[in-house]
Every structure is written in structure tokens, then in C-alpha cells.
């Protein structure tokens, strides 16, 4: 059983603190590891599977799909692809009518950060402390952690970091080389913090004045995540450039980067292979389907709200604060996550962490209510316990 563990450890790039699982079969809100353990999945892949692991829909989409075309290069029209970009443009906010189809969050930041300096002609971001926006050298540059950058400098220049939620001071960092803002509405990995409604009116209100692009991530908080389709809705915001990935197409690689008609672009100015791959707009489709049918978003919002009701955070002594929005839980301890994290796993349930002392909860929202269930009685017992260190 341990085979395939030690395959990976010897030949993968130890890039990851592993778990110890060998997950092998999924089913909505479960997985099970190879030795047929059941585990609720309240990691749901870092927030992707929002529709549910090996969600049929989904699954019979991409069989379709894979009997039919797999590849066809943007030089190409498709009729998956073709759907999927209307059906993009229908649910985002009034402000957006291109997309840019790519392969992960990153990509969607990377494409982000190349249109706005085309469009503008200028070279400078004001970012948030705290942002995560991906690994990739330009991605990079536009995230917060010093750690994630260190060795890899130089980056790109021009990238400025303030607090978030402080409006005077991004205001302060705006220069006449500032080409955009690029903002998470929802900080995921940088520790689940909620942007405040007064907060982004303003940054939206300035980005006119100074006609500055906004570009707003909601890679971790699209697709129903937050209780709404999109996080956006709660300060109704109307981005310049909307990054989208994660749980776009329920776990199948897709990123999106959508932008209004002032974006510049034209032939040769970017591109990718896989980018709009109808293999993957088939399952985005799909996905989508299932999210407005469903209506997942209302789930999202209900179920968060059954959490924050039944999970009784402020009186276990470890826990200093709890942040929700939807079903992106944000747990802040007065100590170190991972030992409550490796006890939740033990227990069942696979949580991930968001910086050193946050668990975070980011379970697909089609879970079922007992499951949530059992998810607050494993937390309320394992964060109660007073012998982890
Ligand atoms: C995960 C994430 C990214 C990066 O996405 P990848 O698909 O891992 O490249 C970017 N922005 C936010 C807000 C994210 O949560």
C-alpha cells in the first residue's frame, strides 16, 4: 500500500509537506484513501471542487467530450468553447464582455498583469499585503509572502504591497506609473480576511477617477464559494479584469481571465496551447450548469450559515477568531494549525491550512448536512483538545 508513496517520493520534486493519504476515489463530499478509509473533504483540492468530487454531470460531460475532440487551438472556433465563453459572460458582473481562456489561477493573473500594461502603456501594480495571487514569476511579483518570493528575486519590478481594507493607504501608493490595482475580495491563502464593502467602493470609486484598472481576483472565491456566484456581488463590484480558476470547472485545469471592451488585445499580444481546451469547456460548462441548477451559491450561503450557528468557536479557548463567508471558513488559532490539522485527519476530515495559524474549511458546497454535522463535532472535539502543541 505504501508503493505508490514512496513512487512519488522518489521521483516527484519534493515540492509539498505530504499528508501521508493516498487518495484514490472521490464522491462528492467524501474521499477515500487506498486503504479505503472515508475522509470528509473539507480541502476539496484547495477549493475546486465545488459541484463535488466526480460530480456525473461533470463526468459524463467529459467522457462526451473525450470521445469527440480533446484538442482545438484558439486558431480554431469550437462549440463547446463557444458556450462556455457566453455562459462566462452571462454570470460575471455587467462590467465584463471578453474572456481569455488559460490553464490555472496564475495564468489568469499573469494575462491580467500583460493587458493592463498594453492597455495603459504603464508598468506599476498596487497590490494587498497578505495577497496570493500564484507562483508564477509575475503572479509572484503581485503576492505578499516574503517567503513564496526570497529566492527567486529578481522578480518583476513595479509591484507595490499596503494593508488591506486601508483605503488611505492604497490611495497613497497610487502613482502616475500605477497601470492597475489587483485585488482578492476575500484574502484566501493569505488567512480567509473579508474585504469590507466601504473599503472596495472606494478602491473602485478612485480607480475611475485616476483611470487606473481594477483588477480583481476571485480565483479561490468564484463559482459560489463566498454565497454568491461571485464574491464581487456583495460590494457590486465592476472590475476592469476578473481572474477566475480554481472551481470553474470542478477540478479539471481551466483558468479565465475576463476584461471589459477597454482592454486592449490583438493577435500575437498572448496565447496557450491548452488555453480553452474543449475537453476542459466541457466540464466548465457542465460545472456551471450544476452550479446555477442547483442554485449552489444559496446553498453555499445557507450552509455557511448553519456553521457559523452550530460551531461554537469563541468557546474553545484555542480559537482567537472565526471568518466566514459562505463555505470559506477561516478558523484563527492562538497556536500553530498544523497539529489540529494532522488531529483532523486522524479523525477524518481533511482541512488545509491558510499561514501558520489558520485552518481553513473549503468543503465542496453540495456537502450534505450531516456531514457538516460531523465536520463541527471533529472540530469542536479536536480544537478542545488542550494536549496539541
Ligand atoms: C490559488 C490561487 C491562485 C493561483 O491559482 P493556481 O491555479 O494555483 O495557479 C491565484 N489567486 C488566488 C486568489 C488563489 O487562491
Same mark, same amino acid.
Given at each position: 500500500?505504501?508503493?505508490?508513496?514512496?513512487?512519488?517520493? &522518489?521521483?516527484?520534486?519534493?515540492?509539498?509537506?505530504? $499528508?501521508?493519504?493516498?487518495? #484514490? $476515489?472521490?464522491?462528492?463530499?467524501?474521499?477515500?484513501?487506498?486503504?479505503?478509509? *472515508?475522509?470528509?473533504?473539507c480541502?476539496?483540492?484547495?477549493?475546486?471542487?465545488?459541484?463535488?468530487?466526480?460530480?456525473? *454531470?461533470?463526468?459524463?460531460?467529459?467522457?462526451?467530450?473525450?470521445?469527440?475532440?480533446?484538442?482545438?487551438?484558439?486558431?480554431?472556433?469550437?462549440?463547446?468553447?463557444?458556450?462556455?465563453?457566453?455562459?462566462?459572460?452571462? !454570470? =460575471?458582473?455587467?462590467?465584463?464582455?471578453?474572456?481569455?481562456? %488559460?490553464?490555472?489561477?496564475?495564468?489568469?493573473?499573469?494575462?491580467?498583469?500583460?493587458?493592463?500594461?498594453?492597455?495603459?502603456?504603464?508598468?506599476?501594480? #498596487?497590490?494587498?499585503?497578505?495577497?496570493?495571487?500564484?507562483?508564477?514569476?509575475?503572479? @509572484?511579483?503581485?503576492?505578499?509572502?516574503?517567503?513564496?518570493?526570497?529566492?527567486?528575486?529578481?522578480?518583476?519590478?513595479?509591484?507595490?504591497?499596503?494593508?488591506?481594507?486601508?483605503?488611505?493607504?492604497? &490611495?497613497?501608493?497610487?502613482?502616475?506609473?500605477?497601470?492597475?490595482?489587483? @485585488?482578492?475580495?476575500v484574502?484566501?491563502?493569505?488567512g480567509v480576511h473579508i474585504? $469590507?464593502?466601504?473599503?472596495? /467602493?472606494?478602491?473602485?470609486? @478612485? %480607480?475611475?477617477? $485616476?483611470?487606473?484598472?481594477?483588477?480583481?481576483? +476571485? #480565483?479561490?472565491?468564484?463559482?459560489?464559494?463566498t454565497? *454568491?456566484?461571485?464574491?464581487?456581488?456583495?460590494?457590486?463590484?465592476?472590475?476592469?479584469? @476578473? %481572474?477566475?480558476?480554481?472551481?470553474?470547472?470542478?477540478?479539471?485545469?481551466?483558468?479565465?481571465?475576463? %476584461?471589459?471592451?477597454?482592454?486592449?488585445?490583438?493577435?500575437?499580444?498572448?496565447?496557450?496551447?491548452?488555453?480553452?481546451?474543449?475537453?476542459?469547456?466541457?466540464?466548465?460548462?457542465?460545472?456551471? /450548469?450544476?452550479? /446555477? +441548477?442547483?442554485?449552489?451559491?444559496?446553498?453555499?450561503?445557507?450552509k455557511g450559515q448553519y456553521f457559523k450557528k452550530h460551531f461554537k468557536g469563541s468557546e474553545l479557548a484555542v480559537v482567537k477568531e472565526v471568518r466566514q463567508i459562505g463555505l470559506m471558513i477561516g478558523i484563527e488559532l492562538k497556536k500553530?494549525a498544523?497539529?489540529y490539522?494532522?488531529?483532523l &485527519?486522524?479523525?477524518?476530515? !481533511?482541512v !488545509?491550512p491558510a499561514g501558520?495559524k489558520v485552518v481553513r474549511l473549503l468543503p465542496?458546497? =453540495?456537502?450534505?448536512?450531516?456531514?457538516l454535522?460531523?465536520v463541527i463535532?471533529?472540530l469542536t472535539?479536536v480544537l478542545g483538545?488542550?494536549?496539541? &502543541?
Open positions: 500500500m505504501k508503493a505508490f508513496q514512496e513512487m512519488e517520493d &522518489q521521483f516527484s520534486l519534493p515540492l509539498f509537506n505530504k $499528508r501521508g493519504l493516498t487518495l #484514490v $476515489r472521490g464522491e462528492n463530499a467524501l474521499v477515500w484513501d487506498i486503504e479505503g478509509r *472515508r475522509y470528509i473533504d480541502a476539496g483540492g484547495h477549493g475546486v471542487v465545488n459541484v463535488g468530487h466526480a460530480n456525473p *454531470r461533470v463526468a459524463a460531460a467529459l467522457a462526451e467530450q473525450a470521445q469527440t475532440l480533446i484538442t482545438c487551438t484558439g486558431s480554431f472556433y469550437n462549440d463547446k468553447r463557444a458556450l462556455l465563453l457566453k455562459k462566462l459572460i452571462e !454570470i =460575471t458582473p455587467a462590467s465584463l464582455d471578453k474572456v481569455f481562456l %488559460c490553464n490555472s489561477g496564475a495564468e489568469a493573473v499573469e494575462a491580467a498583469l500583460k493587458f493592463a500594461r498594453l492597455t495603459t502603456g504603464k508598468t506599476d501594480f #498596487v497590490c494587498a499585503r497578505r495577497g496570493f495571487h500564484g507562483r508564477t514569476m509575475g503572479a @509572484l511579483s503581485a503576492t505578499f509572502n516574503p517567503n513564496y518570493k526570497k529566492d527567486f528575486e529578481p522578480l518583476v519590478p513595479g509591484f507595490t504591497f499596503v494593508p488591506f481594507n486601508d483605503f488611505s493607504a492604497l &490611495q497613497k501608493a497610487i502613482t502616475d506609473q500605477t497601470a492597475a490595482v489587483l @485585488l482578492e475580495v484574502q484566501g491563502e493569505g474585504g $469590507r464593502k466601504d473599503y472596495f /467602493e472606494n478602491v473602485q470609486k @478612485l %480607480c475611475k477617477e $485616476r483611470e487606473i484598472l481594477l483588477i480583481i481576483d +476571485e #480565483v479561490q472565491t468564484g463559482f459560489g464559494r454565497g *454568491r456566484m461571485f464574491a464581487s456581488e456583495y460590494v457590486d463590484l465592476q472590475p476592469d479584469i @476578473l %481572474c477566475l480558476a480554481k472551481g470553474i470547472a470542478a477540478g479539471v485545469p481551466m483558468g479565465a481571465m475576463l %476584461c471589459s471592451a477597454k482592454i486592449k488585445a490583438s493577435p500575437g499580444k498572448h496565447g496557450s496551447t491548452f488555453g480553452g481546451n474543449p475537453l476542459a469547456c466541457a466540464a466548465g460548462l457542465a460545472a456551471i /450548469e450544476f452550479i /446555477e +441548477e442547483h442554485n449552489l451559491p444559496q446553498q453555499a450561503f445557507e500553530k498544523q497539529p490539522i494532522k488531529a &485527519q486522524e479523525q477524518g476530515v !481533511i !488545509i501558520p465542496p458546497l =453540495t456537502i450534505e448536512y450531516e456531514l454535522d460531523e463535532d471533529k472535539d483538545q488542550t494536549t496539541l &502543541q
